[in-house]
C-alpha cells in the first residue's frame, strides 16, 4: 500500500471541502430540514462534492481552488458595500466580476451521485469483536458471490448479470464507509436496472452491515499481504481489549497515546518470548485470549484478552492461524498498521513494511546510518506518517 502523496494545497483543500460538506449537513439537520437514515443524519441532496475527483485531477481540483477564492473575494466586496457608499458600485463591480470570470468546474466532473448514508462514519471502531461478527455473516451472505477470498469468483459469481468487483484492490479504499455502507443496505442495479447485488437492510442489522465492511477491509488486507507483499489500504490497529498485569481490562482504543506498538503473536513457546523493547509498546497475542504464564524479559505484561484477537491478527497479516506464531505486526505513531516481521526472518529490513506512505523519504537520525534494521524501519515510520485519503476524505 502506498499513501497519497498531496500538494499542500490540495490538502488543504479537500479539508475545507470536507468540512464544508459536513458543516452543511449538522446545519440541515440541526434546522430540521433533514432527518435521519441508519441512525445518522441523512445526506438531503442526490450529489456531493466529488473528493475523489479532485484527487486524480489536479485540473478541476485547482478550478474549484481558484473559484473559491473568486467566492470569497466576492463576498468581501459585497460586505464592504453595504457601509462604505462612495465605493459601492466599484465593489459591487469587482464582486460580479469575481463570480463572473472564475473558473467555475464542470457540474459533471465535480459533484458524483450521493446517497443519505453517504457521510456517515463506523460506530464499531475496527474492532476484533466487530470484525469476527463480520467474518461469520460475510460467509453466511456474501462469499457465495465474492468469494471466501473477497476476489469476486465465488460459486454464485458465474450466474450474476455482472461479475462482483474484487475486494483485494483499492476499491474500500476510494468509496467513503457511508456509500458502501448504502451499497449493502439498498443493493446496486447495473445501467440497465438490473439487480446485480440484492439489498440486505431486512436482513441484517446495521450493527451487522458495519462488522462486514470491517471484515472485508480485514480481508483484504490478509489477502493483499500474502499475494503482493502490502496492504491494497492503510489499515489501523483493530480495536481490542487488553490486560497490563493485575491491572482491570480496558479498550486498546483508550490506552494508546502516540506511541508506537508491536503486536507479537505468542503461543507459550519458551523460544517465541519476545524482547522487551523500549521502542514500543508491545502487547502480547495469545490463541485463548489468556495472558499466559509470567515471562522474565517481558515485564510490562500488557495481553490481548479478547478471544478473537488471535484470529483477527492472523487475517491482517495474511498469515494462517495455525502459523500465526512468532509474527508480530508494527504500528506507528498515529495507529496505522505499518510492517510484518516472521518468525523465520532474520532481522527487520525494507521489504517488511506493507504500508509506505508515498511521502518523500525525510532523515529522522540527522544522517546517520541507524544501528540495526528495526531501528531504521522504525525512523522511516517516523519520518514518514501514513496519509490516507478515503471517499476523498483524509483521515
Sequence with gaps: MNGVVLPPWLDTLLAIVEQAQFGLLRLWHWLGLTGDAHGQPAWPWSHRIAG?????DLGVARQLAWTGIAVALSLVAIVLALPWRRRRVLLLTIAAASLLFAPWPAPALLFVPAAPTSFHASPTGFSVEAIAVGARIYGQHCAACHGDDGRGEGPMAATLPRWPPTLVGPLLGRRADGELFWHIA?????????????????????????????????????????????????VPVPDMAIRCGADAPRRLARWRDGQRLRLVAFDGSPDRIPLEDPRFLTLLVTPDGRPPAAVPQFRSECTAVSPQAWDIVARLGGVAPERLAGTELLADRNGWLRARGTPQQKGWSDADLLCESGQPAKSASGGKPAPDGLTALLLRMDAEPVRFVKGGIVH
Design 186 to 234: 439498498d443493493g446496486m442495479r447495473d445501467d440497465d436496472g438490473r439487480l446485480v447485488m440484492p439489498a440486505f437492510a431486512g436482513v441484517l442489522r446495521d450493527d451487522e452491515i458495519w462488522a462486514v465492511l470491517d471484515y472485508a477491509k480485514a480481508l483484504a488486507a490478509g489477502e493483499g499481504a500474502k499475494s503482493a507483499g502490502s496492504w491494497p489500504m492503510a
Design 52 to 56: 475523489e475527483t479532485l484527487l486524480i
